[in-house]
């Protein structure tokens, strides 16, 4: 059964004369909100969810959106965007606590109930262990799901982690605690390792692998991007210049760091391993950038809370 609901292609480019750069953006044809985003595996397409659908764009702009069913009598909030290796996507909507998978080939969707009680949701991540990682903030729980809608024990965190902002880096699933000052990483078997970060209250947010055996995350309280090796776990940070920037998602690419500043409405890059980081102020003003990928294009894909846009 399709659901498909309008497809566009009406991009808007802008130069910024004061740092070179060219900013694309694409309208969102329900006018909507897009949140986290995606890269299909076959590298054609960024996918994204919104507030009752999900989209995907080509890597021109040309973006097509699919009604999601709504179970339930809750109004949708979908959170989440992953693809297992067979080019299924899942994400989820966290009002109804439930799971979606999506069929591009077929444009079809089937829904799974996380087990109860909810605690909300805060992204997702298919690992290398072929399960889905799911972060359930408010409970601080992690839940575990197979491909089929099977899930496994739920991992219960200390009380008040608030995990968020996943990544599947080195074999095992990385996520910061936003509301405890730490990164941590959950392995295949279940077990659960932190790491304090330097400052108090430095509310950590995203995540994401670098080739150079760290990971990258965004400090969102702290104005700072950190790095956290693999190995030997020592932690380095970078202020961003722009005070007050509440940098949110992050993404990497070989030879960059890329992030997104919610409240600076900017673009901040650094090279891999640290260094200076320069930044570019997003056309659209307030438009709060958010959610940001390496795209198959080498280009950053970003999401922005404010206004119905997807840009690179």
Not at 209 to 228: L, M, W
Not at 259 to 268: M, P, V
Request: one cysteine or more.
């Amino acid at each position: 059964m399709q659901y498909l609901l309008r497809s566009t292609l009406v991009g808007v480019m802008l130069v910024m004369p004061a740092f070179g750069l060219v900013f694309n953006e694409y309208p969102i044809p329900s006018r909507t909100i897009a949140g986290n985003v995606c890269t299909s595996p076959d590298n054609l397409y960024v996918y994204f969810t919104a507030n009752t659908t999900i989209g995907r764009s080509d890597l021109v702009g040309n973006i097509q959106e699919f009604n999601v069913p709504l179970v339930g009598s809750l109004p949708m909030g979908l959170v989440g965007c992953t693809f297992g290796p067979d080019g299924t996507l899942y994400f989820g909507d966290q009002n109804s606590g439930r799971v979606y998978k999506f069929d591009p080939a077929n444009q079809s969707f089937v829904s799974f109930g996380v087990p109860g009680p909810k605690a909300g949701m805060a992204g997702m991540v298919y690992h290398t262990d072929n399960l889905i990682y799911i972060m359930a903030p408010s409970g601080s729980q992690i839940l575990r799901m197979k491909p089929d809608g099977t899930f496994l024990p739920t991992i219960a965190l200390t009380a008040g982690r608030f995990p968020h902002g996943l990544s599947s880096c080195g074999g095992n699933v990385w996520f910061a605690e936003n509301t405890a000052n730490r990164v941590a990483f959950i392995t295949p078997a279940g077990l659960v390792q932190e790491f304090v970060l330097p400052q108090a209250n430095s509310k950590p947010f995203a995540t994401a692998c670098g080739s150079d055996n760290g990971v990258y995350f965004t400090e969102n309280n702290a104005n700072k991007i950190g790095r956290i090796d693999m190995t030997s776990f020592v932690v380095k940070q970078w202020v961003i210049p722009s005070a007050a920037s509440q940098p949110r998602g992050i993404a990497v690419s070989p030879t960059t760091v890329c992030f997104a500043e919610f409240a600076g409405d900017k673009i901040g890059c650094m090279p891999l391993g640290g260094g200076v980081i320069s930044e570019s102020a997003v056309p659209i003003a307030s438009s709060g950038p958010n959610k940001l990928i390496l795209g198959p294009d080498g280009n950053y894909w970003f999401s922005v809370a404010n206004v119905s846009y997807l840009m690179n």
